[in-house]
Each structure stands twice: as C-alpha cells, then as structure tokens.
C-alpha cells in the first residue's frame, strides 16, 4: 500500500501574508493543489494532510479528498509526523512531502516508491552549489546515508557537502512509526527533527538509501515571495515543455502562461502573452493569438481567438472570436460563427452560422442559426431589479442600433430594422420596426453652422 503524509502545518511568517502559506497559488493552484494532484497521478492510496496554522483554510479547499490530522502546538517536523498515527497499522511504504513544495511531479514519487523498495528508509537529495539553508546529506563508506545534519547544527566540514536534504522521505511505514518513538529533542531548535531517524535507523542496522532528483529545483520549498516567484517560473517552463512535446506551438514559452489542469490539443498555435487558466480544454488546430485571457473555457478544433477574453464558457468548431471579445458566464458560441471586435456575450445561447461582427451587448439570450447582427445592437435583459430572455429564431437579421426589450422573442427570418427599439415580439418572417419618421428642414444646417 502507498500512503503519503503532507505536512501543512507550518504559519509560514517569511511569506507575509495573512494567508496560509501552502494556499498561496502557483498558476492559479494552491500550492498543496498541486501536491495533492501529484499523490492522486502517483496512485497514492491514501493521504494525510497535516495541518496547524490556516487549517480551515485548507480543509475548505480540499474537502474529503484527503485524510486531516492537527498538530498543534508545532514542535518540528518528527512532531508534525506523529499526529499522522491513523497510518500506524499500515503496511508498505509511505512518502512524506511538504505542503511547500508545489512543484514535485508524480514521476519522481513513482521513483521514490521504487527506489525504497529494500530499505527501511530513502531520503531524496539534490546536489547544491551552495547548500544554504538545508540539511546536508552524511554519507558511509557503502554510500548510505549514514545521517543528516541540520544546517544550523553542521560543523564547517559538514557545511562543505553539497549534497542537501529535499525533506522529502519514502519511509517503510512500520518502521517509521518505529522509530518515530525514539526521536528527542536535544538540538538547537528543541524540536523533533524528522532527520533524526536516519541516525535512528542506522543504530539498528537499517539501510537508509539516498535518490538524487534529476531536477533540483523540482523539489524546492517556497518560503518567501521570492521563491513563489520561482516557483511560479519552473512550472510555467515544465508545463510549457510538456504541451509542445505533445504536439503543441507555443511561439514565446516564457511569456506563455498556462495552468497545470489545461488540456490541449495537437497542432494548436499559442501566440505570446496568453493566458489559459483552470479547467480550460482546447482543440487542435486552434490560434490563440496574441493578449488572449481564457479560463475554464472549451474550444473546439479549428477556432481562432484574437485578444480576447473567454470565462467559462464554451466555442464552437471553426469559429472565429475577437479582436477584444468578451465570452463570459456559460455562453455557448455555435459552430462557424464569427463575433467580432468590442462584442459581450453573457449566459447566452448563439447558433451554428450566426454572426456578430462589432460593437455589441448580447446577454440572457437564445440565439438560432444563421442569424445576422449588426453594429451597436444591446438585448436589454436587465430593468434593474429582475434579468429576462430575448429569444432570436433562425435566420433572423438583426439591423444595426437596435435595442431588443427583453423579454422578447424574434421569429424566423424576421428583421428589425436599423435604430429601432424592439418592446414587442416579432412573428415570422416580419419586419420590426420602431423609430420616429425623419423630417428635413431646409437651409438649417447651414444656418446653424454660420451661427
């Protein structure tokens, strides 16, 4: 069995921030979202989240998807691992991660699983230039890892090592649970360091195994705004990497944002300066052009967007949108379409071959197929206290300066003339038409002008 221990207890003070620090987000997730998703596509069987500082907030934001256990007061990381005893009684191994390190990839839990497969114990390492901060790694004659050293307590030949701890272990969970009744206190800090079992284990003739990451920065821990910045950057370039692997041209990777849950499809093109954000999933061969902003948003195959801006809400094949489109809460745009520069859809329904070229307000509204819009038309949906439907039937054309005083429901093949302001609905096939019958008064223009 896999087991996994998340510690997210820590208040996280560097940070700043009256936020809990493992809910601060890295591309739009909080970092333990990203730890969370990582265990679940690693096949983890079950998951402990250890919290303490924030941990409403943490529970609000994971639910039931995880196992929670409270450590309070924090008296270090051994401490913040023992609160996780409902694990005591499993068997096979369990890896232990810290809630600040968003950027850890379901491989590399895979390869811890498979690296502690005979070994009581195996600690993930990295090779620093300057190991800083972190725990440096003590090796034997045999290359086991015979102990780590807290940096605050390293002699100077042991602040030499470039070897550092991760703070990340795969730990044969009978044993740690084992050795978790041995750790003391006698440090600088006064607290029970989880490092400590290395010695532990070496005492009773346990191998403790060392795995050195392909990627350092994957494992690092984010502990002020500087390192979420950092963090924010090796994501964005892994996740960058990873969809053009899969068949995808991403024109300018460092100024291409895209959050880790995106789907993409092959033969796609994404021009600098988009954002693609949530749940969002797109199709292949699709053009994102360049100050485009998309957020849970479907696209189909074959659609161009134009700096434009779509929130969950959904486009059609071969459809063309924008420049400077606004799509917003689930409207549905039709296959073929076109909606063009400075046009809002809000909650609307827009039909296979329709057309919406510029300078339009559509919200609240169902729209058929092959239905023409001209410049400047609002459905009037809101009389300031309740919202209501306009309904426009195939074929419909729809003159330009219209006003449609929803509710209102225009028939099949109806047109409303240009600059009329529509209060009545409109059979099939007819003509609406609502505006004052021009006059002209000779000679005041220039009159006027001379003035």
């Known amino acids: 069995m896999k087991s996994a221990i998340v510690l997210a207890a820590g208040k996280g003070t560097r940070m700043k921030s009256s936020l809990c ?35 409403n907030s943490v529970k609000e934001y994971l639910q ?24 005591a009684e499993e068997d096979g191994d369990t890896i232990i991660v810290n809630g600040d390190g968003p950027c850890i990839q379901k491989e590399t839990i895979l390869k811890a699983f498979a690296a502690n497969q005979n070994y009581a114990c195996t600690v993930l390492t990295s090779v620093l230039a300057d190991g800083e901060r972190y725990g440096r790694i003590v090796r034997n004659r045999d290359g086991m890892v ?21 703070g990340i272990f795969c730990f044969k969970t009978s044993k740690l649970f084992d050795g978790l009744k041995e750790i003391t206190t006698n440090n600088a800090q006064n607290e029970y360091y989880l490092t400590d079992l290395v010695e532990i284990f070496h005492k009773h003739n346990e191998k403790v195994n060392a795995m ?16 979420l910045a950092k963090a924010n950057s090796w994501m964005k370039k892994h996740i960058n990497h990873k969809h053009m692997l899969n068949g995808v041209t991403i024109l300018d990777p460092d100024n291409t944002y895209i959050d880790a849950d995106v789907e993409i499809g092959e033969d796609t093109t994404i ?25 849970n948003a479907l696209i189909e195959d074959g659609v161009t967007i134009d700096s434009s801006k779509i929130v969950e809400s959904k486009v059609g094949a071969k459809t063309a949108i924008g420049p ?10 039709g296959e073929n379409c076109r909606i063009g520069n400075f046009v809002e859809f809000k909650n609307s329904h827009f039909g296979n071959g329709s057309k919406c070229a510029h300078l339009t307000y559509v919200g609240d509204s169902d729209v058929g197929e092959r239905v023409n819009f001209g410049c400047g038309v609002v459905t009037v949906n809101y009389d300031g206290k309740n919202k209501y439907r306009t309904t426009i039937k195939d074929g419909a054309f729809i003159g330009s300066n219209c006003n ?48």
Request: with cysteine; charged share 25%.
């Open 21 to 55: 620090k493992v809910m601060h987000p890295v591309l739009n997730k909080p970092m333990i979202g990203h730890i969370i998703a990582a265990l679940r596509a690693a096949e983890v069987d079950r998951i402990i989240v250890v919290v303490g500082h924030g941990a």
């Open 404 to 451: 449609l005083i929803a509710p209102v429901t225009i028939g099949e093949n109806a047109l409303l003339a240009a600059g009329s302001t529509i209060t009545d609905s409109v059979d099939d096939g007819d003509m609406g038409i609502a505006r004052s019958r021009q006059s002209i008064k000779k000679g005041y223009g220039s009159k006027y002008k001379n003035k």
């Open 324 to 333: 400077m489109s606004h799509l917003r809460n689930n409207t549905e745009i």
């Open 146 to 166: 015979e102990k780590i050293v807290e940096a605050k307590d390293c002699s100077a030949e042991e602040l030499a090592i470039k070897e550092i701890n991760t």
């Open 212 to 227: 050195i990451v392909d990627d350092a920065e994957e494992t690092m821990g984010v502990n002020d705004r500087v390192d």
């Open 64 to 87: 039931d998807d995880v196992e929670y256990a409270l450590q309070e007061p924090q008296l270090g990381t051994g401490h913040a691992v023992m609160q996780a005893k409902a694990l």
């Open 271 to 295: 021009y600098p300066n988009v954002h693609l954000q949530g749940n969002t999933k797109i199709g292949s061969h699709v053009t994102i052009l360049p100050n485009s902003f998309l957020r």
